[in-house]
């Protein structure tokens, strides 16, 4: 806002400066309205889309946010347009107008803690609470992990192909959220062959199969 006071005022004393009468300035604003309102509409949407982030702070710098599908954090809010850091050692150029106009997931908003869904499947026959228990016993191992909210199992459903069983947590840091999520998933598998949990394997024939009977038939 500062800016636009000084090059307004600015400009104003410059038609001044000439000797340009005040007639004649107004054919010029409103020519220049003419021009905003059907050249630059898209710029002065993004301007003002920078107005509303300044103001409201949807999003500040730091910040974990979810745009169009893709996951960033957020480098630096300019006057027009954002830049957001996906993570991949490169920078994407987001104009205001879109930051806001697409739904925008702040992550680190509220917290800087995210929750984490690992859906397994077991086969049938399996005994549920054995499988139960081991799944909510390994968050407790891992510090990265929060103990409140407490982690939770839930039974999705019961199909053909097997029991589909979800393990939620919640990650202290979200910026870690997929390495834990990748460290759980091998201490759950290797966690379900210690104690004999059988996870169904689908062959290209569509038959179905527990991967330790897979592991058999191939060694065989």
Known sequence: MVRISIMLVGFLLALAAIGLPMDRLTIVLSALG?????????LVNNLVSGLIISFEKPVNVGDIVEVGGRTGTIKSI???SSIIAPGDGSDVVIPNGDLL???????????????????????????????????????GKDTRILSKPEPSVMIR??????????????????????????????????AFRENGIEVPVLKPNGVIRSAEKQEKVEQG
């Open 78 to 80: 300019g006057f027009r």
């Open 157 to 190: 459903d019961f199909s053909d192909f097997g029991i589909p069983i979800q393990l939620t947590f919640w990650v202290e840091n979200i910026s870690e959220s997929e390495s834990v999520k990748s460290d759980m998933i091998l201490a759950i598998d290797s």
């Open 101 to 139: 106009s697409h739904q925008l997931v702040n992550w680190t908003r509220a917290g800087n803690s995210r929750s984490v869904n690992i859906i397994t499947t077991v086969a049938q026959g399996t005994e549920m609470k054995k499988a139960i228990g081991i799944l909510k016993a390994l968050p």
């Open 34 to 42: 003419v021009g905003i309102g059907f050249g630059l509409q898209s």
